[in-house]
């Protein structure tokens, strides 16, 4: 039995979202099916980390961009912690690299934050149900990302092995990124040549230049 087919029980679910008015709006578009009741509402993931532990939530309806951490660490949490919670993520972040971590840490929605007005309510519903949902936005950036020969590249890199390269594409040295991965140097050098392998570069400007022509670095983290 899904979780929609106990009318009986009302839906709970958790907002996590740094906007008041944004978690409210969400709140009040998702109540109006009557049988939907949004238990938590929160801005942060540390917030929202103490809430889940003394709720029974069903749905999760979470942004990445969170003042402490990102939604996509959430996301991996709940999955960790509270399989039976469905996450659906709601962003203004439709390229395809967050896509994929959020694909990675188990959720079951992404909706591009746009066109939430209108498809978060399918969204939750499909959810329920066991199917998972993906706005049309993003379904058109995975569609383009996989008709790209240069992103098929990228696809054949490890979950670690990418947040390694995005690390070597915005400048970091590989001391650098085991400082702050928290794993031994050498660790950092075997995946850069595994990296530099796959993609067919040969440095960390190549890299650069191949995480912007991709949109896997957005432009406003550089010019910072």
Not at 13 to 36: C, K, Q, S, Y
Not at 74 to 80: I, S
Not at 177 to 191: R, W
């Amino acid at each position: 039995m899904t979780l929609i087919e106990k009318s009986h029980e009302k839906i709970k679910i958790a907002i996590v979202d740094d906007h008041e008015m944004v978690r409210e709006g969400f709140a009040d578009l998702l109540e109006l099916t009557g049988n939907w009741f949004v238990m938590i509402s929160c801005a942060s993931y540390a917030e929202a980390i103490e809430q889940f532990s003394k709720n029974h939530i069903n749905i999760a309806v979470v942004d990445i961009s969170l003042p402490d951490k990102s939604g996509l660490d959430l996301a991996l949490f709940l999955k960790q912690q509270y399989p039976h919670i469905k996450v659906i993520i709601v962003s203004m972040h439709g390229q395809h690299h967050f896509i994929r971590q959020a694909l990675d840490n188990g959720v079951f929605g992404y909706v591009s934050k746009q066109a939430a007005a209108t498809e978060l309510v399918s969204a939750v519903s499909t959810v329920l149900k066991g199917e998972n949902f993906l706005s049309d936005e993003i379904k058109n950036t995975i569609e383009y990302y996989n008709a790209s020969s240069d992103n098929e590249l990228i696809q054949h890199l490890t979950s670690r092995e990418l947040d390694v390269f995005k690390l070597i594409a915005m400048g970091n040295n590989p001391k650098q990124i085991a400082k702050s991965l928290n794993v031994d140097p050498k660790t950092i050098f075997t995946h850069r040549t595994n990296i530099y392998n796959k993609l067919n570069i040969k440095s960390s400007f190549e890299a650069l230049k191949y995480a912007i022509s991709i949109g896997i670095i957005p432009l406003e983290v550089l010019s910072n």
